[in-house]
Nanobody, 116 residues
């Protein structure tokens, strides 16, 4: 089992920045992909960014504004969010995946609200 705990969410004004953190514990040696997803009110959960073997992937809506990073020594993944917009308001979830056997783990989420 893998446990994921997010932190760093909160209220920020448009144009501001936040840094989300996700601490992983448990059987983390088998984890390959880690990432962030988000779910806005009334919408489906969507991919924000992932990182696997140093390769980063971003949703088009956040490219150039968000940066994902992973610290294997700290068993953590981060999401630096700059130039935040009201449409970035959502619950942000940390995700970790193990390929064999396939397992998909989720944190409980952290709320990001972008509003003036």
């Amino acid at each position: 089992q893998v446990q994921l705990v997010e932190s760093g969410g909160g209220l920020v004004q448009p144009g501001g920045s936040l840094r989300l953190s996700c601490a992983a514990s448990g059987s983390i040696s088998s984890i390959t992909l880690m990432g962030w997803y988000r779910q806005a009110p009334g919408k489906q959960r969507e991919l924000v960014a992932t990182v696997i073997s140093g390769v980063r992937n971003y949703a088009d809506s956040v490219k150039g504004r968000f940066t994902i990073s992973r610290d294997n020594a700290a068993n953590a993944v981060y999401l630096q969010m700059n130039s935040l917009r009201p449409e970035d308001t959502a619950v942000y979830y940390c995700n970790a995946q193990r390929p064999i056997p396939y397992m998909n783990y989720w944190g409980k989420g952290t709320l990001v609200t972008v509003s003036s």
